[in-house]
C-alpha cells in the first residue's frame, strides 16, 4: 500500500536560539493503524553541503507517540524535544540550519529550510590555542634542536 | 468486528464433457469492451487470448477492482464469486479463494480458503454463486490487497476457472499510514 504523504506549505519563521538551549517541536499529522501502536518521532538541526544535507546527530531528539486504532484518517499532535549540544561538547556551531522531522519506519518526513539561527559557542579561546597549536609545536621542537645544532658548530671551531 | 463483502464475477463456464456444446463464442477475434483491446477466442480451450510478441498469451486472469474496502485485523471479508452454468448436475466442485499479493512472480498466496460447491443441473445459463468469508489477522501486510478465485474440479470436473482483482483491499494494518505530517511550531523551552 503506498505511504501518501502531503507536505502543506511550511511558514515557518526563522528563530534565534543559544547552544545549550531545548527545542521543542510540534507536529500534526493524519493518521490509519489496525491496531495500538506506537512509533518514535525524531527532530533535529541540519545543514546543507554540496554533499546533500546532513543532521546535527549530537542534537537529534526523540519521542514516543501513541497511536490509537483508527480505521478513518485522524489527526493527532505531537511534540519531541531536542537540545543544541555546545560545539564544545561535540554538537553544533554557530550558523543557521535547518529544521527536520521525521517518524521512524514511515515515509513521513518534514522539514524546512534556515530557521534555526543557532549563536552561542565561544568564537575565541579554545579555538585560537587549536589553530596555534602547529606552530607552537614547531616552536617548541626549534627549541629543542637549536641547542643541539650550537653545540655541533662550536665543536667544529 | 465489521463483515464487508467484495463479489467477483466469473462468467460463465460448462463441464468437460461432451453433451451439452451450446457455443457461447465463434472462434475470432473479438474487442473487449471494457479495455479495448483486441482478444481471439478459441472454442477449443474456451479462453480468450492476446498476441503479445507473436505469442498467444491467455487473458490475465487479475483485473482493476471496481471498489476498494477498508479492512483492518479482526475485520472479516466475505468474498462471494459467481457464474453461469449449464451442464448436467456437479458435485464437490472446489470453490476457492486467496487473499494476497500479486505481481510479476504471480500472486503470492497469504490466506487462502475453499467450499465444496454441489450445482444441480441447468439446461440454460443460470446464475450461481458462492461465498467465503476471511478473518484477517493481527499481522496482516498493508500490501495484502489482492484477492482472486477459482474453481474447478468435482465430478463431472469443470475446468479451471480463475478472476481476480488488483488493490481490492485497502488493509488498515499494524503499520501506520501517515499523512498531513507537518511542522506546526518550534521554540525553546
Known amino acids: 500500500m503506498a505511504l501518501d504523504i502531503v507536505l502543506a506549505p511550511l511558514a515557518l519563521e526563522p528563530k534565534t536560539f543559544n547552544v545549550g538551549d531545548k527545542v521543542r517541536v510540534t507536529v500534526s499529522l493524519r493518521y490509519v493503524v489496525g491496531v495500538n501502536t506506537t512509533v518514535k518521532i525524531y527532530a533535529g538541526p541540519y545543514y546543507t553541503n554540496i554533499f546533500g544535507k546532513h543532521m546535527v546527530t549530537p542534537c537529534v531528539g526523540q519521542a514516543d507517540v501513541s497511536l490509537t486504532a483508527a480505521s478513518v484518517p485522524t489527526s493527532q499532535t505531537a511534540s519531541v524535544d531536542f537540545i543544541l549540544v555546545p560545539k564544545a561538547n561535540g554538537g553544533i556551531e554557530n550558523g543557521t540550519y535547518g529544521l527536520r522531522v521525521w517518524i521512524e519506519g514511515t515515509n513521513a518526513v518534514a522539514e524546512q529550510d534556515s530557521v534555526l539561527i543557532v549563536t552561542g559557542n565561544p568564537s575565541g579561546g579554545g579555538d585560537v590555542f587549536t589553530a596555534m597549536m602547529p606552530m607552537l609545536m614547531m616552536l617548541m621542537m626549534m627549541g629543542m634542536v637549536m641547542p643541539m645544532v650550537s653545540e655541533g658548530m662550536a665543536e667544529g671551531e | ?189
Open chain 2, 1 to 189: 468486528m465489521e463483515l464487508k463483502t467484495l463479489a467477483l464475477d466469473l462468467g460463465t463456464f460448462r463441464v468437460l464433457q461432451n453433451g451439452f456444446t451450446v457455443q457461447e463464442y465463434a472462434a475470432g477475434w473479438y474487442i473487449d469492451p471494457q479495455t479495448g483491446q483486441r482478444v481471439f477466442y478459441d472454442p477449443n480451450t474456451q479462453k480468450f487470448y492476446t498476441l503479445a510478441g507473436g505469442v498467444y498469451i491467455p487473458l490475465g486472469y487479475m483485473n482493476p477492482a471496481p471498489k476498494q474496502v477498508t479492512l483492518a485485523p479482526g475485520d472479516k471479508l466475505r468474498i462471494t464469486m459467481s457464474f453461469k452454468y449449464s451442464g448436467p448436475a456437479i458435485s464437490s466442485a472446489v470453490c476457492y479463494y486467496s487473499i494476497g499479493v500479486y505481481g510479476i512472480w504471480g500472486f503470492d498466496e497469504k490466506m487462502t480458503g475453499q467450499n465444496a460447491k454441489s450445482i444441480p443441473q441447468y439446461t440454460t445459463p443460470t446464475t450461481v454463486t458462492d461465498s467465503y468469508t476471511f478473518t484477517l489477522p493481527t499481522n496482516v501486510g498493508n500490501d495484502w490487497d489482492d484477492i482472486y478465485c477459482k474453481i474447478y474440479g468435482g465430478s463431472p470436473s469443470v475446468p479451471q476457472n480463475l478472476f481476480g482483482y488488483e488493490q481490492a483491499l485497502l488493509i488498515v494494518g499494524k503499520d501506520p499510514t501517515i499523512s498531513e505530517f507537518t511542522i506546526s511550531d518550534f521554540a525553546k523551552v
